[in-house]
């Protein structure tokens, strides 16, 4: 893996920008796999600038991305496929028809996994996928648990990735309990993977992901054997890892 310092959470968006706009300008047609949470808001916003002044033209770029909540419509304004075009997609001049998210609304597990795998398939697998990570060491919805998941899985979300999630709802109980997310396979085929994490609240979930062993207890940690992995993370959220990596 790779480690690229920042100073803070301003100058990490914009070192992850200027990767996935690198990936774009090199490849205009490339599919860029794409992650919600608050992370990679700023890397967004710096994007839309730089597309409104023509640096950066993503007419011919596909999505595929990370997760959707079970049981919310793309029209619900916390499901992730409104949070993608709030954040990201009505700004920059992407094709809506090629952008993807699974499927909230289908409650046939089987057939919106199996669905959103062959998406994934159809599009050659993904060239560079953006991650943050939970403070629990989830990567998509990829929560800690006893394996590995391999494709697209529904999981029940953990109390604290709820209880974390519950700041963007009215209250906790409004949260869904369970999501659908990429699975592991997907995410470690993509050619290259590029994590954000800033923050004091991800110190340890940096730390035990990338200075501890490979574990399906801390998800993130599969990432070591990533041939091109590129972690950009900030002072604060390398504090526990200090010179180790
Ligand atoms: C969410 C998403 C993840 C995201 C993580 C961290 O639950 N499913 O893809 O990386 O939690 O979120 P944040 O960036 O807001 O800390």
């Not at 002044?53 to 619900?76: C, I, M, P, R, W």
């Not at 050619?191 to 994490?197: F, P």
């Amino acid at each position: 893996m790779r480690l690229i310092r920042a100073k803070d959470y301003q100058d990490a968006s914009r070192k992850v920008a200027n990767i996935i706009s690198a990936q774009v300008i090199l490849k205009p047609d490339c599919v860029l796999g794409l992650a919600t949470g608050s992370s990679p808001v700023g890397a967004y916003q710096q994007m839309i600038k730089w597309c409104d002044k023509g640096d950066v033209d993503f007419s011919q770029t596909k999505t595929v991305n990370l997760d959707e909540y079970v049981g919310l419509a793309a029209d619900h304004d916390q499901s992730y496929a409104y949070f993608m075009r709030k954040n990201f997609f009505d700004g920059i001049n992407i094709d809506q028809k090629n952008t993807n998210l699974p499927n909230g609304l289908e409650l046939d597990a089987a057939k919106e996994c199996a669905r959103y795998d062959k998406v994934i398939a159809d599009l050659g697998g993904v060239d560079l996928q953006l991650l943050g990570i939970g403070a629990n060491g989830h990567i998509g919805f990829n929560e800690p648990a006893e394996q590995f998941s391999v494709g697209t899985n529904r999981v029940d979300l953990t109390a604290s990735t709820i209880a974390a999630n519950s700041r963007f709802f009215e209250n906790e109980s409004m949260v869904p309990r369970q999501a659908y997310t990429m699975g592991m396979m997907a995410i470690m085929q993509a050619k290259r993977i590029v994590m954000i994490a800033t923050g004091a609240n991800k110190a340890q979930a940096v730390y035990d992901a990338f200075c501890g062993p490979v574990t399906p207890q801390m998800p993130a940690s599969i990432l070591q054997l990533h041939p091109d992995f590129v972690l950009v993370a900030d002072e604060e959220a390398l504090s526990l890892v200090g010179d180790k990596l």
